[in-house]
C-alpha cells in the first residue's frame, strides 16, 4: 500500500514565477544542508522548465549565483537519456550549457550519469559514485537533500515510464530502463530513492499537464499507468510548484483565485 503523504502545490501566474521558486527552493535547500549537515546533495532533472531555473540560478542579475554554497554543493542527475555528453538530448549537457559553465561549481562535484556507455554499464557506474560520494555501506541507500521533478503528459517521472520494469524495482539505487514506447533505453533512479530525500519537488508548467496531474492526485491509484504516483517521500510531504495552466484541474482553496499566487493541499492517503 502506498503511504499516506500530503502534497503541497503552490500556483504561480506565469511560468516565470515558477522557474523563480523553483531557483528559491534550490537555493534554500542547499543553504540549509550546508549549515545542517556540510554538504548539500541536490539531484536534478532536465526538460524546459528546469533549464529556465538553472538559467536562474546562474544569472549574475540575480542573488541565487551568490547565495548558492557551490563550494559545498555535489549535483548529481535523476535520469539521463543514453547519448554522449555534448548531445543536444543530454540532460547533461542542457544543465551545463544553461548553469554549470557559469557557476563556481568544480567539477569533482558534478556527478554525471554516463549516457555514452551501454546503459547497464553507466547505471551501475552512477550507482557507485552515489555509494562512494555519500559514503554508503551495504545496503544504505541515499539522502538526497532535494529532489526535483518533472512530469511527462503520460504520467512518468525521472525515467520511470508506464508499464516497464523499473516500476518494480525497489532494490538498486541506479538502474537501466528499456523504455519500448520511445525505443530507447534511459538511466533512472529508482523511486525509493527519489523518495528518500528531505524534499521532493516537481515542477509542472503547462495546460497540457494540467489533466495528468489532475489524473495522478486526485484519480485512482494505478502507479503502473501513472508512474509519478510512486512518489510518496518518506517524509509525508511532496511539492508542486506549478502555474495556472497546469493546475487549472486541481481543487483551488476557497478564496483564492487563478490571477493570483496561491498555495493549495491534497491528502493522499
Same mark, same amino acid.
Given at each position: 500500500m502506498p503511504r499516506p503523504v500530503t502534497v503541497t502545490y503552490s500556483v504561480s501566474p506565469s511560468s516565470a514565477a515558477v522557474a523563480r521558486a523553483a531557483a528559491q527552493l534550490f537555493t534554500d535547500a542547499a543553504v540549509n544542508a550546508v549549515q545542517h549537515r556540510?554538504?548539500?546533495r541536490i539531484a536534478i532533472s532536465g526538460g524546459n522548465t528546469p533549464e529556465t531555473v538553472f538559467e536562474l540560478l546562474a544569472n549574475p542579475a540575480h542573488p541565487f549565483v551568490t547565495?548558492?554554497?557551490? %563550494?559545498?554543493l555535489d549535483l548529481y542527475w535523476v535520469d539521463e537519456r543514453c547519448v554522449p555528453p555534448d548531445h543536444a538530448e543530454s540532460n547533461y549537457w542542457m544543465t551545463r550549457e544553461a548553469m554549470l559553465s557559469k557557476v563556481p561549481l568544480a567539477a569533482e562535484r558534478i556527478h554525471r550519469m554516463e549516457g555514452e556507455l551501454d546503459p547497464h554499464v553507466a547505471a551501475a557506474r552512477y550507482e557507485s559514485t552515489i555509494r562512494n560520494t555519500f559514503k554508503l555501506e551495504g545496503a544504505e541507500t541515499p539522502t538526497f537533500d532535494l529532489v526535483l521533478l518533472?512530469?511527462?503528459d503520460d504520467? @512518468?517521472?525521472a525515467?520511470?515510464? !508506464? @508499464?516497464?520494469? /523499473?516500476? %518494480?524495482?525497489i532494490t538498486d539505487?541506479?538502474?537501466a530502463n528499456h523504455v519500448l514506447q520511445k525505443e530507447t533505453w534511459r538511466v533512472t533512479l529508482t523511486f525509493p530513492v527519489i523518495n528518500q530525500g528531505r524534499q521532493v519537488a516537481f515542477l509542472i508548467e503547462g495546460a497540457g499537464k494540467a489533466q495528468v496531474l489532475h489524473d495522478v492526485f486526485t484519480g485512482p491509484y494505478q502507479p503502473?499507468?501513472? !508512474?509519478?504516483?510512486l512518489i510518496r517521500p518518506a517524509s509525508g510531504q511532496l511539492t508542486l510548484l506549478l502555474d495556472a495552466a497546469a493546475a487549472s484541474k486541481l481543487p483551488? !482553496?476557497?478564496? /483564492?483565485? !487563478? /490571477?493570483?499566487?496561491?498555495?493549495?493541499?491534497?491528502?493522499?492517503a
Open positions: 556540510g554538504t548539500a547565495q548558492v554554497p557551490w %563550494d559545498k518533472g512530469m511527462g504520467g @512518468h517521472t525515467s520511470l515510464f !508506464p @508499464h516497464t520494469e /523499473a516500476l %518494480d524495482n539505487i541506479v538502474i503502473e499507468v501513472f !508512474p509519478s504516483q483551488v !482553496p476557497s478564496g /483564492a483565485s !487563478p /490571477a493570483e499566487p496561491y498555495i493549495g493541499s491534497l491528502e493522499l
